[in-house]
């Protein structure tokens, strides 16, 4: 009996490409063509932008990076002659505009090119400034006697890409991503392409991994059939390929590959590693160097870089001044210890005494305030930077969203560094994260198991032991209180009389507004941060430095 069904095979890549590195990037791509021919593969299907990496920025803006991009991808096309063909992302110049394309390498040549059409313009993006859209008749490419049309991440956030390719005759959808994970991405992934689900077209995601300054992406790569059954390929934050079998005759993909999403703290922590953990790694450096104070803020930083780098690539160093408590000294050294990183310390009393002489004539006859606590955490910052300079160990702050948002944070201090992994946490979530990393140790984490956090950290009111007997509380309200305050300012960009309706007291929430909006300076000489929320300070939230708005 003749068999009449058509089949379809593609190995989705799921990688971490290297922004601005073409020939590893285009190495990358060779080592998964190669698994593609062997796996007996019809297609491989590459992420957006692939070849340059994604967000490349302005860096689509200097012509001989999008001539040399093309020019790797002309040359991968060469080596597709009696092999799969290849579906890859690239920047592409033609006709007077430039393009994020997906190219179609096909018997030694290229043999089509889908121009990305919706181009994001909010949040952390901002393609329609460098990019022109894909504009004309919509291309839809046969593998196999199976038309296929291709739409590039943000066109199938919208049903007119979707149903335009399904009314020129696409049987299914290709779908290259640069989709960065936040917190909601998941649900939002997977319910929002439920208005052109519809048409039955089926559809393949296939999504990038990996850390790019502030934001992480996460892969999770899966397959849709034609009625909605969902097919979870690859997991997330980790790279991987997974073949695929997608079959005509019943509009449903078929797999070995099965894979499950982490959810929750676990997510959310597994995400600020990859992102510290590519950070570091991909610029090159040795390793990283922290203040360990004995809080919970640089406890569950050199947790996170342990997890990221590995204990030995991790430098603590405790940099105690009089107003240091014995319990502190304590506990940054039971820290250090469980994750098995090295710990130093570095009295910093000589200096404040130096500083405090330097400064005796000018500040005669003055009361000491924020200015000789400032004095500690700057003084703290050159050390630590001096260790930086001299060993090439980058220097990772430890600040989180609620002290960044309030500005109880010192410029050139506690903000001094490359990185922060916590930027986008707020307290009360640098507390949960840290309970959870007690009780588990994440998917590909590099530290040991068991606490790594000392129960008194976690439990101990927080404090930047700047004077006597300080306390964070003593100039803000509870975190429980303030993080509502701030997620309802800063994430919903809700009115002070909505935050009040939800029973918070009016002079606080304007107090907390009016803070928020006078530290805009600090924040803009922050660190780069991973986004794991849905508004992070840096790529989203851009406030005007000199303001004086108020909501009265």
Request: net charge negative; with cysteine.
């Amino acid at each position: 009996m003749l068999n009449m069904s058509k089949d379809l095979k593609i190995l989705a890549a799921q990688l971490n490409p290297v922004v601005g590195d073409i020939k590893g990037n285009l190495a990358l791509a060779r080592q998964a063509y190669v698994e593609a021919r062997e796996a007996g593969a019809d297609l491989l299907v590459l992420s957006e932008l692939f070849i340059l990496g994604y967000p490349a920025e302005d860096l689509v803006l200097k012509p001989s990076a999008v001539e040399l991009s093309m020019a790797a991808v002309e040359l991968l096309g060469e080596e597709t002659a009696g092999g799969p063909a290849v579906l890859i992302g690239s920047p592409w110049a033609a006709d007077g505009k430039l393009h994020n394309a997906c190219v179609l390498l096909q018997d030694g040549q290229i043999a089509g090119r889908y121009d990305k059409r919706e181009l994001p313009n909010y949040g952390v993006f901002d393609e329609k400034r460098i990019f022109d859209p894909g504009t004309g008749e919509m291309p839809v490419f046969t593998f196999n006697g199976i038309r296929v049309g291709v739409a590039i991440c943000e066109d199938i956030w919208f049903p007119r890409v979707p149903s335009a390719l399904h009314e020129a005759g696409a049987e299914m959808l290709i779908v290259p991503n640069g989709s960065p994970w936040r917190r909601a991405v998941q649900t939002e992934r997977h319910t929002t392409f439920s208005a052109w689900r519809k048409t039955g077209v089926p559809y393949l995601f296939v999504n990038q991994v990996g850390g790019q300054d502030e934001l992480v992406f996460d892969g999770s790569s899966y397959a849709v059939d034609h009625d909605g059954t969902e097919h979870q390929l690859m997991g997330d934050f980790e790279t991987g390929t997974a073949l695929v079998t997608y079959d005509a005759k019943t509009h449903r993909f078929s797999s070995d590959a099965v894979a499950t999403l982490t959810t929750g703290w676990e997510a959310e922590y597994r995400a600020a590693v990859l992102a510290l953990g590519d950070y570091v790694n991909k610029n090159r450096f040795p390793g990283v160097v922290l203040g360990m104070s004995g809080g919970i803020d640089s406890a569950l930083t050199a947790a996170m870089a342990v997890d990221a780098l590995g204990a030995e690539r991790v430098w603590c160093v405790m940099m105690p001044s009089k107003y240091t408590s014995s319990d502190s000294l304590d506990d940054a050294k039971a820290c250090a210890k469980m994750l098995g990183c090295r710990y130093d310390i570095i009295n910093i009393r000589p200096g404040v005494d130096a500083l405090d002489e330097m400064l005796s004539e000018q500040f005669a006859r003055t009361q000491p305030d924020t200015t000789e606590e400032n004095i500690q955490s700057r003084l703290r910052a050159v050390t630590l930077m001096a260790l930086s300079n001299k060993f090439g160990h980058m220097v990772v702050t430890t600040g989180n969203k609620s002290e960044m948002a309030v500005g109880y944070a010192t410029l050139y201090g506690d903000m001094c560094g490359g990185y922060n992994a916590l930027k986008d946490f707020y307290k009360t979530e640098v507390f949960e994260l840290a309970k959870w990393r007690n009780t588990a140790i994440p998917r590909g984490a590099l530290g040991p198991g068991g606490e790594v956090i000392p129960e008194r950290i976690i439990t101990k009111p927080p404090s930047a032991e700047l004077r006597e007997d300080q306390r964070d509380d003593d100039n803000l309200p509870p975190y429980e209180v303030l993080d509502d305050i701030l997620r309802g300012l800063v994430d919903q960009e809700e009115d002070v009389d909505d935050i009040v309706a939800r029973g918070h007291d009016a002079t606080i929430v304007r107090r907390i507004e009016h803070l928020l909006y006078i530290a805009e300076y600090k924040r803009r000489q922050a660190p780069p941060g991973v986004k794991v929320g849905g508004k992070n300070f840096g790529r989203d939230r851009r406030y005007p430095i000199t303001n004086r708005f108020r909501d009265d």
